[in-house]
Structure formats: C-alpha cells, structure tokens
C-alpha cells in the first residue's frame, strides 16, 4: 500500500508486515478489537513528531511548584506547566487522580489531553535512581558528579555527554564501558581515547576509526589488533611517543583535518549490523527482523521503524527510547523497562494496556491519562470501574475517529516544548521561520549564562562558530591539564552538533557497493564522500 504523507507529501509504503503489527498493537476491550488505522505519516515524519515531545539538553533554571524551592529543570520558567522536582514528583504529597475529569464529547481528545497535561504535575528532569553531585544532569540513573550529561547511566565523573555508560569521561555519544575518553563517538569498552569513533577494545589512541583491540595508535582506520600504528602503519614506540607529543601540543586541529581526508580513501562498512538476521538500518546487535531500526541492542525481533530500543524488545513500530523487555508497542517514545501492549505514549515505565498517556508509571488499562502510578482503569485522570472503563473507552475511540485523531500520535503543538528545544530539531533541523510557518513554537535562546557550578575564574570563552559564551567549569580543566589538551573554542551545543554529526542518519539509502556493485541498503546517502562496501567486500579488506 502506498500513500503520500499528510505533513511532507513524500509518498512512503505500508508494508503486509507494518499491517500485520498493527493488528497485533490494536486495542481489545471486552473482547472487541479496534482496529489501528495505517499510519498518515511517513516513518520519517512520525519520528520527527515523536523526538519533538523530547528536551533532553537546554536545561533552565525555576522553582519547584511543591517545595518552592530552587531547581533545574527542562522546563523554562515561561512553560505553562506545574513542574516539579525529581523527590517532590515521587513523593506521596499529591495525587495525581485529584486533576481527573470528565471526557467532554464536544471537544476533541487532544485539546482535552492539552488541559490535563498544563494541570499535572511535571518531573523537572527525569532522573532515575540516584543523582549524587549530578543536579546538570536529565534521562539519567544512578550517576554521580556529572555535568551535562544527558541520557547516561550508571556514570561517574562525566561531563559534556549523551547516551553514555563509562567514568572519567567528557563530550563522549554512544559510549559504553569506557574511561578517560574524550571527543568520541559510538566507543565500547575503550581506555585513554580521544577523538575515536566506532572503535572497541581499544586504548591509548588518538583519530580512530572503526578498529578493534588497538592500542597506541594515532590516525588509523579499519585496523584490528594492532599496536603502535600511525595512519595504519607501524612504527616504533618512540616514533609513536614523538607524534602524540606534536599532535596534543599543538597539532591536534591539523591533525584532525589531516585524519578527516585520509580517512574517507580507505572503505567504509555499509551498516553496522552484527549478529542479526534479516535486519536493515544501523547499529544493529543480536536481533532478528528488524527493518529500518537504529541503535538495537540485544535479542530484539519484528521492530519496524524504531529507534534507541533495545534488550528483548519485540513486535513493535514506530518506537523510540524503549528500554527492556518492550513488547507489542506502537508510536511510543520514551518507555522504560516491561511496557507492553501499548500505544500513542511519552515517558512510561512499566505499564500495559495504556494509550494516549504520558509520565505514567506501574499503571495498566488508562487512556489519556497524565503522570499516573500504579493505577488502573483510568480516563483523563478519572478513575472508573472496570465495566465503566470498558462502556466508555470505544465510545472515546469513536469521537476520535470522526476527528481524525484516533491512530495519531500526539502533534507537535501538544509538545510542552518549543521545536528548537527537542530532539527533532537536531535530526530534523528546521529554521525559526520555516518551524513559525508551521505553527509550531520556537524560543529564542537566552541572553545570559546560566549559573553552574565550580566555574574556573575568568573561564568564560566565546564560541568561535556560533559566537555563543561559554565557561569552563573546574572539573573540566583538571582533565585537560591532566591529560594535555587544549581547552576547547566551541560551545558545548557545537561540540555536540558536531558528534552528532559524526553518525550516519535514522534513514536508508540504496545504492551500490563501491567494489562489487552488489545493491546495498545503508545510511550513507550517495551525497557523503566515504567509499562504501557491502559487509563481505568490506570484511575482505580489513582481515
């Protein structure tokens, strides 16, 4: 089935087996299925409303609507939301069932859904676990003395990172298990590396690239275990010293301009899948069946147009940030761990039967509800029986279908966020008059600097690219002295546009292999200068 996409106009396909998933995902309620209409958006175009509901890095600072008291929060001081502290939302203080109300068949869900979400209370930050000396931090758990940090876990000592597992680290994307790692960018398992990308097992290196178990190397490509390396040819270990020493006093941004050249002679992988079957999209571990996914990890199967999931995920579309044991979901993001049979959601953990929801928790069988936990059988925040719940939700789904919102996920205007604060705007960037003309919000960035911790006197600098200010804080300093590196002349916000740029898209081109002309699906557009090898040309030339 083709269609035209209702926001981009791109004619996109449904495919037997996206049909096939939503029949799986649709709602039975006493014993009577409703069906889930084929999507109107294209995959990309869904993505994109989906990352728009997401703030994970401009941080503010406002007061607690509970304690009154001082906080950091994703929410500006002008959001017209209740925000609340990390323990002030977990307490028992308030009652998240005290704001429901009754569905109002005259007006449509989501300016009702809209009401609701402008009364519940709204974590500040969204940490989990403990966050010792991490107050700068957002989507963490459990870290400790981190700084702009932003979807890590389990990290000590880490600064200017996202989707990071690892300590002693700064400006680190898509890094687990590693230490004393700087500028690098989608690194497992390595130590003592600066600026290395797709490398494993790797240390004491500088401008790798996609090498395996290497250590004292500096500017190398597609090496595995090897040591003492310099652009992919040994050397001695004083040759080697020599040329760390003129690249870290001094040399490093010509080195990186020399790297950045070299690097694209030599092949690069199609995709980064391992381990899976009949998989297509990039950063593929251990899974089975998954079509245009990215960033999967371990033993998931049947996902379609998913993203950042991962650890036994199954049967789901259209899914980002899920977390383990995800089953049967659909136009979800930000779901942690067991959520199943769900669809239409933001930030729930551990709930099933739920639609229509955000920031809800343990909760099961709720539709359009707001930060509820461990509740059941709610509707706008109401509580019902479950024989009330089963007569009034299909009658909801109908008022839905004959406004058109019913198998729509949230739009973009629902967004507690203005579209430059989100997600979206990093992977689908856009301008201030083109997000204006789409009747989307957009907020001007903030004049002042905010006020953060343990600042080095006389730190403040101005980014060399976007003229922005930005200061140096004192755990920032100590790890470049210690480590020899210069201090840096971008502002956090470019460092990070610039890694995120390092990764190839969420989206797939097909073209030809460069040696063997065998046809190829990869995020690496026919645009980008690297020389691309289907995954047998390419094993043949590193091994």
Request: proline share 5%; with cysteine; hydrophobic share 30%.
């Amino acid at each position: 089935m083709e269609r035209n996409c209702t926001e981009c106009s791109q004619a996109f396909e449904i495919t037997e087996e996206d049909l096939r998933l939503l029949d799986k995902i649709s709602p039975v309620i006493a014993n009577i299925k409703y069906p889930l209409p084929p999507p109107t958006h294209c995959p990309s175009c869904r993505m994109q409303r989906r990352f728009a509901q997401r703030n994970e890095t401009k941080l503010y600072r406002r007061i607690c609507a509970h304690t009154g008291k001082p906080m950091i929060s994703l929410y500006s001081e002008d959001k017209p939301y209740t925000v609340f502290s990390e323990s002030a939302w977990y307490s028992d203080e308030w009652d998240a069932l005290s704001y429901g109300r009754d569905f109002d068949f005259s007006k449509p869900f989501f300016a009702q859904f809209a009401e609701l979400m402008r009364q519940v209370p709204r974590r500040g930050m969204h940490q989990d676990g403990t966050a010792e000396n991490s107050d700068y931090t957002a989507f963490g758990m459990n870290n400790k003395n981190c700084y702009l940090a932003f979807s890590c876990f389990l990290c000590e000592d880490v600064y200017y990172s996202s989707w990071t597992m690892g300590k002693n680290s700064m400006d680190c994307l898509v890094c687990v298990g590693g230490e004393l790692l700087y500028q690098c960018v989608d690194c497992n398992n390595c130590y003592h590396c600066f600026f290395c990308h797709e490398c494993q097992n790797c240390q004491d290196s500088i401008l790798l690239e996609d090498c395996r178990d290497c250590h004292h190397c500096i500017g190398c490509k597609n090496l595995r275990n090897k040591e003492y390396y310099l652009y992919n040819k040994p050397v001695s270990k004083e040759e080697y010293e020599a040329k760390r020493t003129e690249v870290l006093e001094g040399g490093l941004d010509r080195e990186r301009e020399t790297f950045d050249r070299w690097r694209v002679t030599l092949p690069t992988l199609a995709a980064r899948i391992t381990q899976s079957e009949g998989c297509t999209g990039n950063y593929i571990e251990q899974s089975k069946s998954c079509i245009d996914c990215y960033d999967l990890h371990l033993g998931s199967q049947d996902l379609r147009h998913c993203q950042l999931c991962g650890w036994q995920a199954k049967d789901m579309m259209d899914c980002s940030s899920a977390g383990k044991n995800g089953e049967i979901l659909y136009e979800m993001h930000g779901a942690a761990s067991s959520t199943r049979n769900s669809a239409f959601m933001s930030f729930v953990g551990n709930c099933q039967y739920v639609y229509y929801s955000e920031n809800c928790k343990n909760s099961s069988h709720c539709f359009g509800c707001v930060g509820v936990t461990s509740k059941q059988y709610c509707i706008l925040n109401k509580q019902y029986t479950e024989q009330e719940y089963n007569e009034l939700v299909p009658r909801i789904i109908e008022h839905m279908r004959s406004t058109g919102e019913w198998g729509e996920f949230f739009p973009i205007e629902l967004s507690p966020f203005a579209y430059n604060e989100t997600f979206a705007q990093e992977h689908f960037p856009l301008t201030k008059e083109e997000v204006l003309a789409k009747g989307w919000k957009w907020k001007d960035a903030e004049e002042e600097l905010p006020q953060i911790p343990e600042v080095v006197p006389d730190s403040t600098r101005v980014c060399e690219v976007t003229g922005k200010p930005f200061r140096i804080i004192k755990q920032e300093l100590d790890f470049y002295q210690r480590e020899g590196l210069p201090l840096p002349r971008l502002h956090p916000d470019e460092r990070r546009r610039r890694r995120l740029a390092m990764r190839t898209p969420y989206k797939i081109w097909n073209r030809e292999c460069a040696k063997c002309q065998k046809p190829i699906a990869t995020s690496y557009s026919t645009e980008r200068p690297e020389i691309v090898y289907c995954e047998s040309c390419y094993l043949a030339s590193v091994y």
